[in-house]
């Protein structure tokens, strides 16, 4: 479905007022127009913007934090934090979900941009649960993606081809506050691969982890693809962990291509402090 260009009402916390819930404030990014009724993200600056799932390409796009439906419409200001929008984090709204059906209930939905609600999890936002099916078509949902992680981030990316130096974000920077441990990984064969392929596991400051997936000749669709480190928290050495400092997030990069293959990743971590 198409990004928002206006407000909305297709997805509704009690008329897009202030609903019974957690509603918090967030500063919008600059030069950005935040929708009322849309699905707002954080960018890897903290600040809000319309939410976008991570897009497969050689420059990062996309990749937001999830946060919440967004409240109230907001025009583009000239500095990031000139204006704080009120997003509804937790609570109940009504929104389109079109393959939805009674037996959804208590099923898990994502957004896969800032105007869609999909039952697909590869790639997208969790946003909360299934409550109830209202009628055809459209459900309620208990909103509760901004506080999923706990103490486990799991971040999890669409399919990644090796034919080009393709990179996608995996986990966020916003996730990060104090630093991270990696705690392992592995990828999904979407797509047999005709040559070796390595995706590489590196900081959003460019910086190797030294953590990667290799896909050989012989890898099949649907075959898994172990990480390089295979010992739960534990480097290739004298037993270190795989640090991500503080601040930053998660990319998988693939470092040497082929013409032919394709995987979707997902890689666990932990705070540190």
Not at 84 to 94: A, D, H, I, K, P
Not at 122 to 137: C, D, E, K
């Given at each position: 479905?198409?990004?928002?260009?206006?407000?909305?009402?297709?997805?509704?916390?009690?008329?897009?007022?202030?609903?019974?819930?957690?509603?918090?404030?967030?500063?919008?990014?600059?030069?950005?127009?935040?929708?009322?009724?849309?699905?707002?993200?954080?960018?890897?600056?903290?600040?809000?913007?319309?939410?976008?799932?991570?897009?497969?390409?050689?420059?990062?796009?996309?990749?937001?934090?999830?946060?919440?439906?967004?409240?109230?419409?907001?025009?583009?200001?000239?500095?990031?934090?000139?204006?704080?929008?009120?997003?509804?984090?937790?609570?109940?709204?009504?929104?389109?979900?079109?393959?939805?059906?009674?037996?959804?209930?208590?099923?898990?939905?994502?957004?896969?941009?800032?105007?869609?609600?999909?039952?697909?999890?590869?790639?997208?936002?969790?946003?909360?649960?299934?409550?109830?099916?209202?009628?055809?078509?459209?459900?309620?949902?208990?909103?509760?993606?901004?506080?999923?992680?706990?103490?486990?981030?799991?971040?999890?990316?669409?399919?990644?081809?090796?034919?080009?130096?393709?990179?996608?974000?995996?986990?966020?920077?916003?996730?990060?506050?104090?630093?991270?441990?990696?705690?392992?990984?592995?990828?999904?064969?979407?797509?047999?691969?005709?040559?070796?392929?390595?995706?590489?596991?590196?900081?959003?400051?460019?910086?190797?982890?030294?953590?990667?997936?290799?896909?050989?000749?012989?890898?099949?669709?649907?075959?898994?693809?172990?990480?390089?480190?295979?010992?739960?928290?534990?480097?290739a050495t004298d037993g270190n962990i795989i640090p991500v400092p503080a601040g930053l997030g998660l990319n998988i990069l693939v470092t040497t291509t082929t013409a032919t293959g394709a995987a979707n990743f997902v890689v666990l971590a932990v705070p540190i402090a």
């Amino acid at each position: 479905m198409a990004a928002l260009t206006a407000d909305t009402t297709k997805y509704s916390a009690k008329a897009l007022t202030r609903a019974e819930g957690i509603v918090m404030n967030f500063p919008v990014a600059a030069s950005t127009v935040i929708y009322k009724g849309g699905f707002v993200g954080l960018n890897p600056a903290g600040n809000l913007k319309m939410y976008a799932a991570p897009t497969v390409g050689t420059t990062l796009v996309g990749g937001d934090r999830f946060v919440g439906l967004a409240l109230e419409h907001i025009a583009s200001q000239t500095a990031a934090g000139d204006k704080n929008c009120e997003v509804l984090v937790y609570g109940c709204f009504e929104g389109a979900l079109g393959s939805a059906t009674i037996l959804d209930q208590g099923a898990a939905v994502f957004a896969s941009d800032d105007n869609t609600l999909t039952q697909a999890a590869l790639g997208n936002a969790f946003v909360g649960n299934v409550l109830s099916l209202t009628r055809a078509g459209v459900v309620n949902v208990l909103l509760d993606g901004y506080f999923l992680e706990g103490s486990l981030i799991q971040g999890r990316t669409p399919i990644i081809a090796s034919a080009a130096a393709n990179l996608v974000s995996v986990i966020h920077p916003t996730e990060n506050p104090n630093g991270l441990a990696i705690l392992g990984g592995w990828g999904y064969t979407t797509t047999g691969f005709g040559g070796a392929a390595i995706y590489t596991l590196q900081d959003t400051a460019a910086t190797t982890t030294g953590v990667t997936f290799t896909a050989a000749a012989t890898t099949a669709t649907g075959d898994l693809i172990q990480s390089s480190t295979t010992t739960l928290i534990q480097g290739a050495t004298d037993g270190n962990i795989i640090p991500v400092p503080a601040g930053l997030g998660l990319n998988i990069l693939v470092t040497t291509t082929t013409a032919t293959g394709a995987a979707n990743f997902v890689v666990l971590a932990v705070p540190i402090a």
